[in-house]
T-cell receptor, first 112, second 114 residues
């Protein structure tokens, strides 16, 4: 157990819908990273927040957005879902920006 | 941006033999290189990492070597055991622009045959 929690574990929804994935970092960690894992694209960085501020964006679609709240938990919002958005979504947290990232258990999103 | 190539994509070894996985990266500014192990449907777990100020790091049966000049790094697992069977990912990161996002290789599926 890494100490990073993610909810829900599984999510099944339909195309065009909107979902919210939640991540709680390890106690004391200020950085939260979001990654998407799919069979064809592998593990890809989406977005990074540090202490409430967005620090970097990767291959994140405009339909996706995220935020980090004052209690440091983070949410990834996915809207206008498409079949291709089906994937495992991981968040990872670290104490500071340059520290080791510890991954949560992931949320498996299935879009039907 | 950074690009990480990982080889081989699959690797089968007999129990007790060694396994070596190799990665190359493109961004000379990269200075942090972690390796993650992922079992089916589970989260990636850090097994070892190395920073650019050292050339080698060892933790029991696992070692990582880094050649900054050639921009490649390798994972070495000795005395492999069936529980080492998993997918292994290398990654590279640099501290530019206030973030430390990881760029991952495509993964190596390691099978240890008892």
């Amino acid at each position: 157990d890494s100490g990073v929690t993610q909810t829900p574990k599984h999510l099944i929804t339909a195309t065009g819908q909107r979902v919210t994935l939640r991540c709680s970092p390890r106690s004391g960690d200020l950085s939260v990273y979001w990654y998407q894992q799919s069979l064809d694209q592998g593990l890809q960085f989406l977005i990074h927040y540090y202490n409430g501020e967005e620090r970097a964006k990767g291959n994140i679609l405009e339909r996706f957005s995220a935020q980090q709240f004052p209690d440091l938990h983070s949410e990834l919002n996915l809207s206008s879902l498409e079949l291709g958005d089906s994937a495992l979504y991981f968040c990872a947290s670290s104490v500071a920006v340059e520290d080791t990232q510890y991954f949560g258990p992931g949320t498996r999103l299935t879009v039907l | 941006g950074e690009n990480v190539e990982q080889h081989p994509s699959t690797l089968s070894v007999q129990e007790g033999d060694s396994a070596v996985i190799k990665c190359t990266y493109s961004d000379s500014a990269s200075n942090y290189f972690p390796w993650y192990k992922q079992e089916l449907g589970k989260r990636p777990q850090l097994i070892i990492d190395i920073r650019s100020n050292v050339g080698e790091k060892k933790d029991q049966r696992i070692a990582v070597t880094l050649n900054k000049t050639a921009k490649h790094f390798s994972l070495h697992i000795t005395e492999t055991q069936p529980e080492d069977s998993a997918v292994y990912f290398c990654a590279a990161s640099s501290s530019g622009a206030g973030s430390y996002q990881l760029t991952f290789g495509k993964g190596t599926k390691l099978s240890v045959i008892p």
